[in-house]
């Protein structure tokens, strides 16, 4: 995708390529498996969240977000073997 952008060579624009002014993002998806039980430990049984952080899951940025699945879930499934 293209835009018109100011440049500051003289011209009043130039067509530039979206990409040039946005950093990359990575949409992090949702651990969910469609079992949505909390556990007597207060974790869900299907992706092993609480309910407060599947309650606010899309507040949440990439990298907390990224925390929890990469670190937290891992390890509280390991907990439950």
Wanted: hydrophobic residues 35%; charged residues 25%.
């Amino acid at each position: 995708m293209y835009l018109l952008a100011p440049t500051t060579k003289g011209r009043r624009f130039a067509i530039r390529k979206m990409s040039s002014f946005y950093p990359p993002y990575r949409a992090v998806l949702s651990p969910c498996t469609g079992v949505c039980m909390l556990g007597e430990d207060g974790y869900c049984l299907g992706c092993h969240r609480t309910g407060a952080e599947i309650a606010s899951w899309l507040q949440m940025g990439d990298d907390e977000r990224l925390r929890l699945m990469e670190t937290e879930l891992p390890q509280r499934e390991a907990g439950r073997g």
